[in-house]
Structures are given as structure tokens and as C-alpha cells.
């Protein structure tokens, strides 16, 4: 496929998905965002937000093997990973879990103990599934996104800090509008079996995102992410900081949110408006600080306005 047929794909994206999910936009964004940039999406908002509607309808406008994984308490990690089936004439065989797909939809990561959380996590960050002393390498393009209900609802486990840092992105799906609930209303027969068809490939991600690695980021921009994350790390209002991981997925978001905007380059403004997206997961206010109503995102926007923005391109 040629280049400028690949850089049309990510509309596509947008136009297939937006057909089913109204008003939407911003999140059908961030999620191609994190998928063009390699990364994975955590999707978190209240009941009826519309979260798996958006994940399942933008999972299939890519293409490739899917697979939703509806995630309870009873849950065990072979669930998630596969499972050696034995047999007793000796014909014993591997049996693929929901993990072995282009894009899984893990609905509801917090609803299942933490046992069965982190089953994910060796899948997400090397792209690999170790079962019964066995490594099996999954799929690639590999893109997970998961939902979560509010933190403190009942039933649900908070997942840890170390499975949070995974998620190169954390999204918020909020009430919609009265402007899109009631174009919701009016096309309510349309989603009563949404499905989007496929635009694209797997191949044609993995091009796309190669041409994403060919984004230009200056020096500046780059001291700039790395001004924002120490910022945050040496904070007195913040307990647990960015990790570098943090810092790298600042980087890989912010290229290819220039992509999305027909950029080779990044822009200060890249970095912004993807910091608080990137950051807020990673960041966990003191108990002072909690005491005093400051949150994840205030200290944010607090290191966002305070840090001087670089000018111009020095390389």
C-alpha cells in the first residue's frame, strides 16, 4: 500500500467508528493515538458511558483477529492466557486464550481479582505469554484496551500501580451532552446490533506505525517531557511519580498525535495535550494532598503551567 493511502487510513478509523459512536471523537483520538504509537488504553467512565460500544466498534474498524474478554470475579489467569489441555492418549495440545488476538477488549479489568489482572501483564509489555513454563509470542500488532467502572464501586479490585503504568493511556468516558444523547435516542434502532467494517489490517498498522517512528522530535521538546515528568517526580504533593516508561510513552504519544495532524514534527502542544492522558494514572497524590482535595490532574496542570514551553526547533 503507498504512503498516502496509508496516512488516510486513521479517518477512516474515525469516520467507520463515529458512525456507531456518536460524539465521540476526542476518545476514537486518543485511542488511534495509542494504537499508531504501540501503546495500550485504559478506557474508565461511569455505566452506560458507551466504553465497550467504542472499544468493540474501534477494534473492529482495524481488522485482524478480535477477541472481548467480559472479565469476573471468578476468573482464572488460564482464562485470559490459554491453557495446556492434557489428554490421556498423550495427544496433549495448547489451547489459545482470548490474549492470542490483534486487539483484546478486556471489559471490565476491575471487576476480576488481582490474580487475574496480572495476566496481562506479561502480554502487554513484551508481547508474550509464558504458560506452564511454555513462552508463546502473540500476535502483533498486539492493542489492548480495557474498561473500568469507577474505582469504589462494588465488586471491584483496583488494579496495581505496576499494571497501571502499562497503559500508555488513560481515558475518561463521561455523560454525553444533551446534543449527542439525543442524537444517541435517534439513532437508538442502529445500536441495537452495531458493527463496523473493517478499514484496514494488521500489516497496515504496523506500516503506520513505522511511519510514525519517522516523526521529528527536537531536543527541546524532548527536555521538555523529561521537565514535566521530574517536575512531577519531585513534587512534595506527590507520592508515587512518572516512571520512565511515563516518559517514553509522553515521547511515542506525542509523535504520533503530530501524525494525526498531518505533521513530521512535534509541537510543545503535542506533548500538552497529551500529558494529562498519559500522566494522570501515574501520578498518586500524598495523603496530605489528598486531604486537601489536590488530585492527580491538578498537579498536573499546575507542573503544565509552571514549566517554561520551548520556542522554535534547535536542531
Given amino acids: 500500500m503507498d504512503q498516502n493511502t496509508l496516512i488516510n487510513i486513521p479517518n477512516q478509523i474515525k469516520e467507520a467508528v463515529s458512525e456507531i459512536a456518536q460524539a465521540r471523537e476526542e476518545i476514537i483520538e486518543l485511542l488511534t493515538i495509542g494504537l499508531l504509537a504501540g501503546g495500550h488504553v485504559l478506557l474508565e467512565g461511569h455505566a452506560g458511558t458507551a466504553k465497550t460500544l467504542v472499544a468493540r466498534s474501534f477494534a473492529e474498524s482495524i481488522g485482524g483477529t478480535f477477541r472481548r474478554v467480559q472479565l ?3 476468573m482464572l489467569p488460564s482464562d485470559v492466557t490459554g491453557f495446556e489441555l492434557y489428554r490421556p ?5 495448547f489451547v ?4 492470542f488476538a490483534n486487539v483484546v477488549l478486556a471489559d471490565e479489568l ?11 501483564l ?3 509489555q513484551e508481547r508474550q505469554a509464558t504458560i506452564e513454563g511454555t513462552t508463546y509470542p502473540l500476535p502483533e500488532p498486539l ?15 483496583p488494579i496495581t500501580d505496576v499494571q497501571a503504568d502499562r497503559f500508555m493511556l488513560r481515558l475518561w468516558s463521561d455523560y454525553p451532552t444533551r446534543t449527542a444523547e439525543l442524537l444517541v435516542l435517534a439513532n437508538a434502532d442502529q445500536l441495537e446490533d ?13 506500516s503506520l506505525r513505522e511511519l510514525v517512528k519517522q516523526v521529528h522530535m527536537a531536543e527541546s521538546i524532548r527536555g521538555y517531557i523529561l521537565d514535566i515528568v521530574t517536575t512531577l517526580r519531585e513534587n512534595e504533593s506527590v507520592q508515587g511519580g512518572p516512571s520512565t516508561r511515563a516518559s517514553l510513552a509522553l515521547y511515542r504519544g506525542s509523535r ?32 496530605e494532598a489528598e486531604f486537601d482535595q489536590i488530585t492527580a490532574q491538578d498537579l498536573i496542570q499546575n507542573a503544565l503551567e509552571t514549566i517554561p514551553i520551548p520556542k522554535g526547533d534547535d536542531e
Fill in 72 to 74: 469476573t470475579p471468578d
Fill in 110 to 120: 476491575n471487576r476480576t481479582t488481582p490474580r487475574t489482572q496480572s495476566a496481562f
Fill in 96 to 99: 489459545e486464550g482470548p490474549l
Fill in 143 to 157: 492493542f489492548v484496551i480495557a474498561t473500568q467502572v469507577p474505582l469504589g464501586g462494588d465488586g471491584t479490585y
Fill in 122 to 124: 506479561e502480554a502487554m
Fill in 194 to 206: 452495531p458493527h463496523v467494517d473493517a478499514v484496514t489490517t494488521p500489516n497496515d498498522i504496523l
Fill in 256 to 287: 504520533a498525535s503530530a501524525f494525526l495532524q498531518n505533521r513530521d514534527f512535534v509541537i510543545p502542544d503535542d506533548v500538552r495535550k497529551l500529558a494529562p492522558n498519559v500522566l494522570e494514572h501515574r501520578v498518586r497524590p500524598t495523603t
Fill in 89 to 93: 492418549d498423550g495427544n496433549s495440545r
